[in-house]
């Protein structure tokens, strides 16, 4: 059975791609949405999880999907943005004021922002003419990269200065309302307008990451790297700064990985992203046990932590093996 799996999928060595004069030009510009989409992500990612609003990524994400689906019975699929960046940002703002609504929590508008979008999406791909594989492709993005247009490209490399300017324009703030939002507005720092440029930025992002990354696997994009960065690093600027690194990681490997055997972008991109996690995890518990237990018997037998470190190792051989295939 596994070998039958293995025949069916269509390998091509990264090299077929990289040699072809049709295909060089098609990867680079998917390769540098995909980055620029990423390097947005990571950094949104660091505030979003330390605030606990992560939800909203996945919020957006969902709501992206009933756009999406407008677009495409509307017949405006080259035009999506058109539709899609209005109504995901309007969503951003609706989940901004329920979430500071004391009858309403965020989490329930979420919840409900959510059902909603993909059952209204679902019931919409009713009336288009290949129902199950646009559902398919909004939900977990197109298993080929020749979607990618100069249009994607043009919104990437906006997209990403903006989020790049701002982070590093109101680093200072940013990092304010993070951690405390009283202390934040005892200095004069308006957190509601800051925290609205955060949601509208990561509104931004999830659109023009859906169509390589899919409508669902885009918020994997902005907690996992975050995620993953703080089982390691304890300061605002290390996490964020190995959250970038986790997440163009990932992406490099999953991206490459996903294009010479022939399946989707953003399943294989989040698959590295949770291998790294709990790698990442795995090591954490080490140092921790380590740092606990210094100088004393440790808690555990040798076995066990022989165990933890082997599991370590398995994943870091597997992260290493699938480079290694897509790359030959």
Same mark, same amino acid.
């Given at each position: 059975?596994?070998?039958?799996?293995?025949?069916?999928?269509?390998?091509?060595?990264?090299?077929?791609?990289?040699?072809?004069?049709?295909?060089?030009?098609?990867?680079?510009?998917?390769?540098?949405?995909?980055?620029?989409?990423?390097?947005?992500?990571?950094?949104?990612?660091?505030?979003?999880?330390?605030?606990?609003?992560?939800?909203?990524?996945?919020?957006?994400?969902?709501?992206?999907?009933?756009?999406?689906?407008?677009?495409?019975?509307?017949?405006?699929?080259?035009?999506?943005?058109?539709?899609?960046?209005?109504?995901?940002?309007?969503?951003?703002?609706?989940?901004?004021?329920?979430?500071?609504?004391?009858?309403?929590?965020?989490?329930?508008?979420?919840?409900?922002?959510?059902?909603?979008?993909?059952?209204?999406?679902?019931?919409?791909?009713?009336?288009?003419?290949?129902?199950?594989?646009?559902?398919?492709?909004?939900?977990? *993005? !197109? #298993? $080929? +990269?020749?979607?990618?247009?100069?249009?994607? %490209?043009?919104?990437?490399?906006?997209?990403?200065?903006? /989020?790049?300017?701002?982070?590093?324009?109101?680093?200072?703030?940013?990092?304010?309302?993070?951690?405390?939002?009283?202390?934040? *507005? !005892? #200095? $004069? +720092?308006?957190?509601?307008?800051?925290?609205? %440029?955060?949601?509208?930025?990561?509104?931004?992002?999830? /659109?023009?990451?859906?169509?390589?990354?899919?409508?669902?696997?885009?918020?994997?994009?902005?907690?996992?790297?975050?995620?993953?960065?703080?089982?390691?690093?304890?300061?605002?600027?290390?996490?964020?700064?190995?959250?970038?690194?986790?997440?163009?990681?990932?992406?490099?490997?999953?991206?490459?990985?996903?294009?010479?055997?022939?399946?989707?972008?953003?399943?294989?991109?989040?698959?590295?992203?949770?291998?790294?996690?709990?790698?990442?995890?795995?090591?954490?518990?080490?140092?921790?046990?380590?740092?606990?237990?210094?100088?004393?018997?440790?808690?555990?037998?040798?076995?066990?932590?022989?165990?933890?470190?082997?599991?370590?190792?398995?994943?870091?051989?597997?992260?290493?093996?699938?480079?290694?295939?897509?790359?030959?």
């Amino acid at each position: 059975m596994i070998g039958t799996l293995i025949s069916s999928i269509d390998y091509k060595p990264l090299s077929y791609y990289l040699t072809s004069d049709f295909m060089l030009p098609i990867i680079l510009k998917a390769l540098a949405v995909g980055l620029l989409v990423c390097l947005c992500c990571s950094l949104l990612g660091v505030t979003l999880v330390l605030k606990r609003f992560s939800m909203i990524g996945d919020g957006l994400s969902h709501t992206g999907f009933g756009a999406l689906a407008i677009a495409t019975v509307l017949g405006a699929t080259g035009a999506a943005y058109h539709i899609t960046l209005p109504i995901v940002v309007i969503a951003a703002f609706f989940l901004l004021r329920t979430g500071e609504n004391s009858k309403i929590h965020g989490d329930t508008a979420i919840a409900v922002l959510s059902t909603g979008a993909v059952a209204f999406g679902s019931l919409l791909y009713n009336f288009s003419n290949q129902r199950y594989q646009e559902i398919c492709t909004s939900l977990f *993005g !197109s #298993a $080929g +990269i020749f979607t990618i247009s100069n249009t994607d %490209l043009l919104f990437s490399i906006l997209v990403s200065i903006a /989020v790049l300017v701002l982070f590093v324009v109101f680093y200072n703030r940013i990092f304010a309302i993070t951690f405390d939002e009283a202390f934040a *507005g !005892s #200095a $004069g +720092i308006n957190a509601s307008v800051y925290r609205s %440029l955060i949601a509208v930025l990561t509104a931004v992002t999830v /659109v023009v990451g859906m169509k390589m990354m899919g409508s669902i696997m885009i918020s994997g994009l902005i907690i996992f790297p975050a995620l993953a960065a703080m089982r390691l690093c304890k300061s605002f600027k290390s996490v964020v700064i190995c959250s970038v690194a986790t997440g163009i990681f990932c992406f490099l490997a999953g991206f490459f990985t996903a294009v010479c055997i022939g399946f989707q972008t953003g399943p294989m991109v989040i698959l590295f992203n949770i291998i790294v996690f709990l790698l990442f995890t795995a090591i954490n518990f080490l140092q921790n046990l380590i740092k606990k237990h210094k100088g004393k018997e440790l808690p555990f037998s040798k076995q066990e932590v022989s165990g933890l470190v082997t599991l370590a190792a398995v994943l870091t051989g597997i992260v290493a093996l699938i480079i290694t295939v897509a790359v030959q």
